[in-house]
């Protein structure tokens, strides 16, 4: 019986971010680690490994599909109510104890990560995401950087089939992989876990790649919106949360920050779930620094209207919302307060036309997608 590591290093192809070395050595350009990697070794992600020379990538299968609301991501500044069928593949360059989608992202370093990849082509991909009704096509659940040639394969047939694109992503990018991507990816998500270089070095990285990346995705014109999970004891400190929400508000007052709250999960089981009221005193902090459209997620109904998009000129409620289901759409057609006028900044569609669902569901027809270790 193969194991999840065989499967996952006969299924690629040679990588197309990486510049070879002397002595067969490699270099890896796909995320911020910049792996020097040597032959017959992988890289920090154990997704991408040398063999003889060359860099080899992971390529034609998923760790899961799923459908979920484009507000799940979040994503609240691009095309509200779309349907974003969402695809991921398998490890991280991070190590984060509290990661929520662990079984994907660690399914290489933990053995009790165990999920079966599914075979997939670009085009099965892209077949299944339109009978679903997907808009937007979504790499994440893993960090997407690691598997960018793959990515790109899929989105290329996304968007000649009319889809719009993303990445949910740690934001550990290079200039590389970011100019590799622009042409290919409309929407960003980057997961700012800290503001505390300390802390990075606990989840594996460094926070020097991460705010470089942020400034680079926000100038090259890639719609860019913030998460930051608030985690008590770890990331909460007030002056943590201005260093952070300053260095946002610097690049433009209006990029969207979400301030969501942790629950125990994975490794992290020691500090508690975040309250409420934490959530409230970022986004005080945040409006402080000058940021303009902050939102509180995790914990529906309980942060006042803080799940809601007011219009940063006039302050009206142009889209309401209750987790991840949009209750009222104000725009205009040109994305603009129907009151005072103010452009909205985000990617907004000419009409709203309601949501197919605001509750995650797997595919109903992922059957044509098929599992690699079952069939071995
Ligand atoms: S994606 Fe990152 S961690 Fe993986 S080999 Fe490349 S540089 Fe290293």
């Known amino acids: 019986m193969p194991t999840l590591r065989d499967v996952v290093y006969e299924n ?14 490699v270099r890896c350009y796909a995320c911020g680690h910049c792996c020097p990697i040597p032959e017959n070794q992988p890289g920090v992600c154990k997704v991408r490994y ?14 899961g599909v799923q459908c979920d609301p484009i507000e799940k991501k979040p994503f609240f500044h ?18 984060c104890s509290y990661c929520q989608n662990w079984v994907t992202s660690q399914a290489l370093r933990d053995p009790s990560a165990v999920s079966p990849p599914l075979e997939a082509s670009p ?24 598997t960018s040639e ?4 899929v989105f290329k047939e996304a968007r000649a089939a009319g889809l719009i694109t ?25 997961d700012l876990k800290s503001f505390d270089d300390r802390h990075y070095h606990e989840l594996g990285g460094r926070i020097g790649p991460i705010l470089d990346s942020i400034r680079r995705l926000y100038q090259m014109g890639f719609w860019l919106e913030i998460v930051t999970l608030l985690i008590p004891g770890f990331n909460d400190s007030d002056d943590e949360l201005r260093r952070l929400t300053e260095f946002l508000a610097g690049i433009s007052p209006h990029i969207p920050w979400h301030v969501t709250a942790f629950h125990k999960d994975y490794k992290m089981t020691s500090p508690e779930d ?25 914990i529906p109904g309980m942060v006042g209207d803080l799940e809601d998009t007011h219009c940063h000129n006039c302050g009206r409620t142009l889209i309401k919302r209750y987790s991840y289901l949009v209750e009222d759409y104000r725009l205009t057609p040109q994305g603009c307060c129907p009151f005072c006028g103010a452009a909205i900044p985000g990617k907004w569609a000419a009409k709203f036309d309601g949501q197919i669902t605001s509750h995650p569901f797997l595919p109903r027809r992922a059957s044509r997608l098929v599992t690699i270790l079952s069939q071995q």
């Open 78 to 95: 691009a095309y509200p109510g779309a349907l974003a069928y969402s695809f991921g593949m398998l490890g991280c360059d991070l190590h």
């Open 123 to 146: 085009e099965a991909l892209v077949r299944d995401a339109l009978a679903q009704g997907g808009k937007v096509l979504v790499s994440t659940y893993n960090e997407p950087l690691i």
């Open 166 to 190: 993303g990445f949910v992503s740690n934001g550990n990018a290079t200039p590389q992989v970011l100019e590799y991507l622009r042409p290919w990816v409309d929407l960003y998500k980057v």
């Open 274 to 298: 975040t309250r409420p009221e934490d959530l409230l005193r970022a986004a005080e902090i945040g409006k402080g620094a000058g940021l303009r459209y902050i939102y509180a997620g995790n």
């Open 12 to 25: 690629v192809r040679e990588g197309e971010l990486y510049q070879k070395l002397d002595r067969n050595r």
């Open 150 to 153: 793959w990515a790109v394969a």
């Open 50 to 63: 040398n063999k003889g020379g060359t860099l080899y990538v992971p390529w034609g299968y998923v760790g």
